[in-house]
C-alpha cells in the first residue's frame, strides 16, 4: 500500500458536531495537507482523527497503509511509522520536566530507534535549545511554565522523535512575534523535507501564506479546497 | 430579546423509574463497568508481552515508583490502623466475655482477623489512599489530553500507564495484608498482655491450631483480588473522563466506592469458597 496518509469514507462526529461526513482524502508521504475553519467546526477533532488518536465513527484512517486506530499504537513506531502531534493546548505529561517531556518518547522506544542515554539527552537538549528553551525551565513541571513555553516543550517533543507524519493543532497560536517565526521556521523545514507528511490547522493568515500550500476549509463535515487569493475564509486572523 | 428557555412538560418527562427497575438499572450499569474493567485489565495484562526492551524498562521504572507511593508510603496508616483494630477486637472480647478461653480467642483472631479484616481493610485503605489517586490522576491525564499525548507517541496508555498501577496495587494490597495481620495480632497480643488474661500461650495454641495450609491460598487469593478490583475499578474511571476537568471528582467518587464494594463482595464470595472446599472451623475440630 502507498505511504501516506489516508482517509477513506470517514464520518466522524463529536457532541453534537459532524466533524467529517464520508470524507475521504489521501496525503501522500511528504505533502502537506493545511486545514482551516471556523472556531467549533472540529479542526482539533480532525486533526486527532487524522492522527489515528480517535476512531472514526465509520471509515478507515490509514498511516503507512496501518490502521492509525491500531490496538497497539507502539504498534506503528516499529512499523517505523514516528508520528508527531502537537495539541493546541496540553498534552505534556504533568509529573516530568520539560526536559524528560522531551526525552519520554526516545527513552521508551529506544530499541526500536537505536539511541543511547546519551544520545537521548543530547537530542533533547538540542531539540529544546531548537525552540528558544535552555536553563532552569528545562527541569520544570509543565504546571510551572507559561503557555508559550509549555507550546515549545511540545514542539521540542514532536522534534525529537524526528517525525516523518508531523501533525500541528493551531501551532502558533498563544506565541510571542519572535517564537511564532521559530514554529514557522520549523514548519517549513517539515513542509520541505519529502520524509515528512504534514498536516496542520490553523486560522493565523500569517502562517498560511508563509506555508504557501494548498488551503482546505472544513465546512459541515467536509474539506473543500479554497483559493487564497479569491475566497479567503472570513475565519482567518 | 430574552433566553428561550424551555421547560419538558410532564408528559415528556421520562416516567420515574419504580425500585424494581431502578434495581435492574443499577446492575446492568455495575455489569457493564465490570464487563469494560476487566477488558481493560486483560488489555493492560497482554501489552506486557508487547515487544520492545526500552519500554519495558520504562513501564518497570513506574511500576517501582507506584510501589512506593502504594505500598511504602501506605505503611505508617496501615500500622496504626492494625495495631488500633487488633487492640479493639481483643478489648470487644474481654468485655463481651471476659471468661472466654485463650484457645477461643485464639480461633476468633484467624477467622475473624485474619481471614476477613486484615484482607478487607486493607483493600479499603488502600482503595482510599491510592484508589483516589490513580482515579484523579488519570482523570486529569484524560482532560489534559496527557492520554492522547502519550498515544501520539507510540505510547500504549494501557501498558504505561494502567499496568504499573495494577501490579503496583496487586503487590501492595498482598503485602500490606500480610504486614496487617501480624501487626493487628500484636496489637491483640499486646492489649491481652496489658490486662493479663486471656492467657497469651493458650491463645498463640488456638492461633496455631486455626491456622491451616489452605490459609495461605486465601490469603493470596484475597490480595490479589482485592487488589487487582481496586486497580481496575479506578483506572477505568479514571478513563471515563471525556473532556472536563469537572469529571474527575464524579469519576474518582465512584472509583472508590465500587471497589470497596467490589471487595466486600469478592471477600464474602472468597470466604464461602474457602469454607466450602476447606470446611468451617466447627467441621474442623
Known amino acids: 500500500m502507498a505511504e501516506g496518509l489516508t482517509l477513506r469514507a470517514v464520518t466522524f462526529r463529536r457532541g453534537h458536531v459532524t466533524v467529517l461526513l464520508r470524507q475521504s482524502l489521501t496525503v501522500p508521504r511528504g505533502g502537506t495537507l493545511l486545514v482551516t475553519g471556523a472556531n467549533g467546526v472540529g479542526k482539533s477533532s480532525l486533526m486527532q482523527l487524522a492522527a489515528g488518536l480517535v476512531r472514526p465513527d465509520e471509515g478507515e484512517v490509514h498511516i503507512n497503509g496501518i490502521s492509525a486506530d491500531s490496538a497497539h499504537p507502539d504498534e506503528l513506531v516499529g512499523a517505523g511509522v514516528r508520528r508527531a502531534f502537537v495539541f493546541q493546548q496540553g498534552g505534556l505529561v504533568a509529573n516530568l520536566s520539560a526536559l524528560n517531556n522531551v526525552a519520554l518518547p526516545l527513552r521508551y522506544h529506544a530499541d526500536t530507534l537505536g539511541l543511547t542515554d546519551a544520545v537521548i539527552e543530547d537530542r533533547a537538549r538540542f531539540c529544546l535549545g531548537a525552540v528558544g528553551i535552555e536553563g532552569p525551565p528545562i527541569h520544570a513541571l509543565p504546571g510551572r511554565l507559561s503557555f508559550g513555553i509549555a507550546k515549545r516543550v511540545a514542539f521540542a517533543r514532536a522534534m525529537a522523535i524526528e517525525p516523518n507524519y508531523a501533525f500541528f493543532d493551531d501551532p502558533d497560536a498563544g506565541l510571542d512575534h519572535e517564537n511564532a517565526q521559530v514554529v514557522q521556521d520549523i514548519l517549513t523545514s517539515y513542509r520541505d523535507d519529502p520524509g515528512v507528511t504534514l498536516v496542520l490547522a490553523s486560522n493565523h493568515r500569517a502562517l498560511i501564506e508563509r506555508l504557501g500550500v494548498p488551503v482546505h476549509e472544513l465546512v459541515d463535515g467536509r474539506l473543500v479546497r479554497i483559493d487564497m487569493a479569491t475566497m479567503a475564509p472570513s475565519s482567518l486572523v | ?285
Open chain 2, 1 to 285: 430579546m430574552g433566553p428561550s428557555i424551555h421547560n419538558a412538560s410532564p408528559e415528556e418527562r421520562p416516567p420515574a423509574r419504580g425500585w424494581l427497575a431502578s434495581l435492574g438499572h443499577e446492575g446492568i450499569e455495575t455489569w457493564h463497568v465490570w464487563a469494560s474493567a476487566i477488558g481493560l485489565m486483560a488489555f493492560a495484562l497482554t501489552s506486557a508481552f508487547s515487544p520492545g526492551r526500552a519500554a519495558a524498562r520504562s513501564v518497570r521504572k513506574v511500576t517501582l515508583a507506584q510501589i512506593f507511593f502504594t505500598g511504602a508510603q501506605g505503611l505508617p496508616f496501615v500500622t496504626a490502623t492494625a495495631l488500633v483494630l487488633g487492640a479493639t477486637m481483643m478489648l470487644q472480647m474481654r468485655v463481651a466475655a471476659p471468661g472466654l478461653p485463650g484457645e477461643i480467642v485464639g480461633k476468633f483472631l484467624v477467622t475473624v482477623v485474619l481471614r476477613e479484616f486484615a484482607p478487607l481493610a486493607t483493600a479499603i485503605i488502600v482503595a482510599s489512599r491510592s484508589g483516589t489517586a490513580i482515579a484523579t490522576e488519570i482523570g486529569n491525564m484524560q482532560a489534559s489530553l496527557e492520554i492522547l499525548g502519550l498515544s501520539s507517541m507510540g505510547i500504549d496508555s494501557r501498558r504505561f500507564v494502567v499496568l504499573p498501577r495494577l501490579v503496583a496495587v496487586v503487590t501492595s494490597v498482598v503485602v500490606l495484608m500480610v504486614y496487617f495481620g501480624l501487626l493487628a495480632l500484636l496489637g491483640a497480643f499486646a492489649l491481652a498482655a496489658v490486662f493479663g488474661s486471656p492467657d497469651l500461650a493458650a491463645i498463640r495454641s488456638g492461633l496455631a491450631e486455626t491456622l491451616v495450609m489452605p490459609d495461605l491460598f486465601l490469603f493470596a487469593g484475597k490480595g490479589v483480588g482485592c487488589g487487582a478490583l481496586v486497580a481496575v475499578t479506578c483506572c477505568h474511571y479514571g478513563m471515563q473522563v471525556k473532556g472536563s476537568i469537572t469529571e474527575v471528582p464524579l469519576m474518582t467518587g465512584k472509583a472508590v466506592i465500587r471497589a470497596v464494594l467490589g471487595c466486600v463482595l469478592f471477600n464474602f464470595a472468597a470466604t464461602l469458597l474457602y469454607y466450602s472446599l476447606v470446611g468451617t472451623p466447627a467441621a474442623q475440630m
